[in-house]
């Protein structure tokens, strides 16, 4: 009787040990928190249940509803690039008019190849229109940068939020998006961020 009990104590024991070294386990690790984070689980009314902590748009209805998502949460700088449409073309549809936390926080870039001068005007009155403060800064033509389309975010709390927009040349039922927070965000942020002010 007694071994029995010892084996038992030995379970019951591993069992207790092993409870306790999870609860440590889950109350030492890093939670995640921000408004980064917060705006991104926001996406799964939208979008449904994430893959790990980002999200893919399965169309351009998917990446309308993010872009939206974003101008309506987002608290802190702003980035949105328009490197493949004419900014100036968006017209009344233009989703930076859901930003609330003025415009001085937001900066649109392009460049010159979508976007010549009279669109470029067109474009600057819009954004200002809608958000007084706000910037288009146009990249000279020929200019050598990466020339990605989408809504790179900083938050006043300092996190970070990435979206893509990856569009099909023909279908736009084919489009698709990215959106992803912190980490390599914090770089995408930056360098499109130094763009801006290079070019502004």
């Keep these: ?13 591993g069992i207790i040990t092993g409870s306790v070294n999870y609860y440590i386990y889950r109350k030492t690790r890093a939670q995640p ?9 926001g996406l799964k009314k939208v ?10 748009a399965k169309d351009a209805n998917d990446n309308y509803a993010i872009a939206n998502h974003i101008y309506a949460n987002a608290d802190g700088r702003i980035i949105a690039t328009a490197f493949h449409d004419d900014p100036a073309t968006y017209g009344d549809a233009d989703l930076v008019r859901g930003f609330q936390y003025g415009g001085s926080l937001v900066t649109r870039v392009t460049c010159a190849e979508v976007c010549g001068p009279r669109s470029t ?21 020929g200019e050598r940068f990466v ?21 099909d040349p023909k279908q736009a039922k084919k489009n698709r998006g990215l959106v ?14 130094g ?5 502004k």
């Design 1 to 13: 009787m007694e071994p029995l009990q010892l084996l038992l104590g030995g379970v019951g024991g």
């Design 33 to 41: 928190t921000g408004k980064a984070y917060h705006l991104l689980k």
């Design 47 to 56: 979008l449904g249940a994430p893959q790990g902590e980002h999200f893919h």
């Design 121 to 141: 005007e067109d474009a600057q009155t819009r954004l200002v229109e809608w958000l007084p403060g706000a910037s288009l800064v146009v990249i000279p033509a």
């Design 147 to 167: 020339r990605l389309d989408g809504i790179f975010c900083k938050f006043n709390d300092d996190t970070h939020l990435c979206f893509f927009a990856f569009r």
């Design 180 to 193: 992803f927070r912190d980490g390599i965000a914090v770089q995408f942020f930056d360098y499109f961020e």
């Design 195 to 199: 763009l801006a002010l290079l070019y």
